[in-house]
């Protein structure tokens, strides 16, 4: 019913910006919310960002200030902006759907050198 399709992960030095997106299609409506979560090696997945159809976001304390979600319903596409990453911040990001149960993208990995 809903298929997700992230891109945008890679390898980037400490200090330096990624984009990530997110494509949702299927049977999808702009009042669902949106948003990634993170899993990095050794530790359990967390809600990195979310956002919902009227704009409030969500961000982990972690990455306050330095990652901004974004949504255009228009596109049924979220982004998030990463800035000044760190080496911590290395895991694979996953994009989620509620509708209301949540429904994930494949993955895309996020490596962060130091």
């Known amino acids: 019913q809903v298929q997700l399709v992230e891109s945008g992960g890679g390898l980037v030095q400490a200090g330096g910006s990624l984009r990530l997106s997110c494509a949702a299609s299927?049977?999808?409506?702009?009042?669902?919310?949106m948003g990634w979560y993170r899993q990095a090696p050794g530790k359990q997945r967390e809600l990195v960002a979310a956002?919902?159809?009227?704009?409030?976001?969500n961000y982990a304390d972690s990455v306050k200030g330095r990652f901004t979600i974004s949504r255009d319903n228009g596109k049924n596409t979220v982004h998030l902006q990463m800035n000044s990453l760190k080496p911590e911040d290395t895991a694979h990001y996953y994009c989620?759907?509620?509708?209301?149960?949540?429904?994930w993208g494949i993955g895309t990995l996020v490596t962060v050198s130091s």
């Open positions: 299927g049977s999808i409506f702009t009042i669902n919310p």
């Open positions: 989620y759907l509620l509708k209301p149960q949540y429904y």
């Open positions: 956002i919902t159809s009227g704009g409030m976001t």
